[in-house]
């Protein structure tokens, strides 16, 4: 199982920022952020009740510990970040119009509606003052008003922050999961500020999109060869490292198979039991998944599977329609999901990565992990 790791009996944490791994505890100072991002110590006020303190560093932040370099302002993490041990770091990797914008948004919104509790797991946002913006700016709009969410401007040699992050108990087990969404153009770009969080990652969703006409072969070769060759060049537990590959935008060919198949099934169906998941369901999927792509020189998007040790694949839907283009009241260009939106198995490519890192018990480390077909009184073929 993956475990907070100690040195000299303290918590050390790598600040996925800056790469610094710092001692969480060495330092007890809470800040509070004001409205407009500024950061000022907390200390009791004279005569202050203990009641009222705790009140006010409710939704507090740390300083991270690295020495900084001239013209450097120190950058901050939420206080829960470190509270219980080494938080797990998720990227979303792919091609600029792959849909991992939307595939986050939809999974929050899946965390939110208490999906997680199918498989008995409980999320708590992590910042909740963050997580309410991250649901203003992105889920919101995507789902009350069917409304697309916009490119942004990718911003180059920018350190990247996490976008929304959850603190996931289950049973006795409790880990902060972060996530980092980062445009495909920044992926591409080389070594950059933007995209150095890579370095510090502990699972990885690569969002693959079934039509590789959308995305250029170059876009897919820069976004997901660049960054895999990134990570091989670090130590060896990169091998280990869990990654989910999530094909997305299947309800395009949803009459297709094996995608037809795939997306009738329920959500989780393979995590009914986490503590012992199905990995017959599993591997099946995956296979096909794999020979879909395969079929349609998509190799590109296999190369995750000639690097690390635990990879598994699926069939997916962020928005269960395709959006068409539309004009708000101003004029302004926009596209619209006319029918709604309607996600199909997005929390499967999530639950996968937290079951390969040790989240749900030793079972699950053997998810992903195919050196032939599982064997397991849950199998029988599809």
Not at 27 to 54: M, S
Not at 88 to 104: I, M, P, Q, R, T
Not at 211 to 223: F, K, L, N, S, W
């Amino acid at each position: 199982m993956t475990t907070p790791f100690t040195r000299n009996d303290a918590t050390v944490v790598l600040c996925p920022t800056c790469l610094h791994e710092f001692d969480w505890n060495a330092d007890p100072t809470l800040y509070e952020r004001t409205k407009g991002r500024q950061f000022i110590p907390i200390f009791q006020l004279d005569g202050e009740p203990e009641r009222v303190l705790r009140d006010r560093q409710l939704g507090a932040w740390k300083k991270c510990a690295a020495p900084l370099r001239e013209s450097e302002n120190p950058h901050f993490l939420p206080a829960r970040y470190g509270q219980y041990g080494r938080p797990l770091v998720v990227a979303f990797v792919g091609g600029s119009n792959a849909g991992k914008s939307h595939l986050l948004a939809a999974m929050v919104r899946e965390i939110e509606r208490g999906a997680l509790d199918a498989i008995g797991a409980r999320a708590d946002a992590l910042d909740h003052e963050e997580h309410d913006n991250y649901v203003a700016t992105f889920v919101d709009p995507l789902f009350r008003y069917n409304r697309a969410i916009e490119s942004t401007t990718p911003e180059r040699n920018a350190p990247a922050e996490f976008l929304d992050g959850f603190v996931v108990t289950h049973g006795s087990v409790t880990r902060p999961v972060v996530f980092f969404d980062v445009s495909g153009e920044v992926l591409a770009s080389g070594r950059d500020l933007g995209n150095q969080f890579l370095l510090a990652i502990d699972a990885m969703i690569v969002v693959a999109d079934w039509d590789r006409t959308r995305v250029g072969r170059e876009d897919i070769h820069a976004a997901v060869s660049w960054t895999l060759r990134r990570l091989q060049n670090q130590d060896g537990r990169r091998h280990d490292l869990p990654v989910a590959i999530a094909i997305n935008k299947c309800d395009e060919v949803r009459f297709e198979d094996p995608v037809m198949r795939w997306l009738r099934r329920p959500q989780l169906a393979a995590f009914r039991q986490a503590r012992n998941p199905d990995r017959q369901l599993l591997w099946q999927e995956s296979r096909d998944a794999y020979a879909y792509l395969f079929q349609r020189d998509m190799g590109k998007w296999l190369e995750p599977y000639s690097v690390f040790r635990q990879v598994t694949m699926h069939f997916v839907s962020a928005t269960g329609s395709q959006g068409v283009g539309a004009e708000d009241q101003f004029g302004t260009p926009y596209v619209r999901f006319v029918n709604g939106v309607r996600p199909k198995r997005v929390l499967d490519p999530l639950v996968s990565v937290l079951a390969m890192s040790g989240l749900f018990g030793p079972a699950g480390l053997q998810v992903g992990v195919w050196p032939e077909p599982p064997r397991t009184a849950q199998g029988g073929d599809l």
